[in-house]
């Protein structure tokens, strides 16, 4: 299973981005899925997770400003950030449980990370 995240760029204090994550694979599922933040100098953390019935848990600091979600059929996650401030800015990795196929054990899986810059 391969995760391809896209989305990150520069944007200006209170702006938008969306982060999306793609979950490669014709037989892949999805089960919970999150995505995490590391900045320089700092250790990499939590931002969101979804559950597979779509139940969702965030860090207090993005809270009201960002929504995670999920498209199971596309087996997709996606991170849209509102209001971002300079303090959000970070490399976002997208982190997934998911079974290859048919009987296959539920792994966790990491995603190359995309860089979100948000200026002052």
């Known amino acids: 299973v391969q995760l391809q995240a896209s989305g990150g760029g520069l944007v200006q204090a209170g702006g938008s981005l969306r982060l999306s994550c793609a979950a490669s694979?014709?037989?892949?599922?999805?089960?919970?899925a999150g995505w995490y933040r590391q900045a320089p100098g700092k250790q990499r953390g939590l931002v969101a997770v979804?559950?597979?019935?779509?139940?969702?848990t965030y860090v207090d600091s993005v809270k009201g400003r960002f929504t995670i979600s999920r498209d199971n059929a596309k087996n997709m996650v996606y991170l849209q950030m509102n209001s971002l401030k300079p303090e959000d800015t970070a490399v976002y990795y997208c982190?997934?449980?998911?079974?290859?196929?048919?009987?296959?054990?539920?792994?966790?899986?990491w995603g190359k990370g995309t860089q979100v810059t948000v200026s002052s």
């Open positions: 982190n997934a449980w998911a079974v290859s196929g048919a009987g296959a054990p539920n792994m966790n899986y």
């Open positions: 694979g014709s037989t892949v599922s999805v089960n919970a």
């Open positions: 979804i559950s597979l019935g779509g139940s969702t």
